[in-house]
């Protein structure tokens, strides 16, 4: 009477086995596509404001002056800006926001956008 029983609880268990990985998997790929969305600090000029965010232009800053402070020591007096990456920003939220403004602003890489014939890289203000 007892093996009569044994293979019904094998398929049981089989079947909750199968539903277990799956609902784990999805879990995994779930928190996997959050986690390596690395937070990183945008750095630029805003090229253009959108209704729902700004277009930047990042750069990097090459010293193009030197001068001497009160003590004597060397130091840098001017920087020549030299565009690097431009990415759009959404959910970015100034009202006062303003074309040819400098931001540094905390955000995570989202996708990519469309903007005048261009793909940018997308990115969303924490």
Request: charged letters at 20%; hydrophobic letters at 40%.
């Amino acid at each position: 009477m007892k093996l009569k029983f044994f293979p019904i609880l094998l398929v049981i268990i089989a079947a909750s086995g199968c539903r277990n990985e799956a609902q784990t998997n999805s879990a995994i790929i779930i928190s996997t596509n959050t986690v390596t969305a690395r937070r990183e600090n945008i750095n630029g000029d805003i090229v253009a404001v959108l209704n729902n965010g700004i277009v930047v232009q990042e750069f990097t800053k090459t010293p193009a002056a030197y001068g001497h402070n009160e003590y004597g020591q060397r130091i840098v007096t001017a920087f020549t800006k030299t565009p690097s990456l431009k990415l759009v920003l959404i959910n970015y939220k100034n009202a006062n926001a303003a074309v040819g403004e400098t931001i540094l602003e905390p955000a995570r890489r989202f996708g990519t956008a469309k903007y005048n014939g261009e793909v940018l890289e997308l990115w969303k203000k924490d």
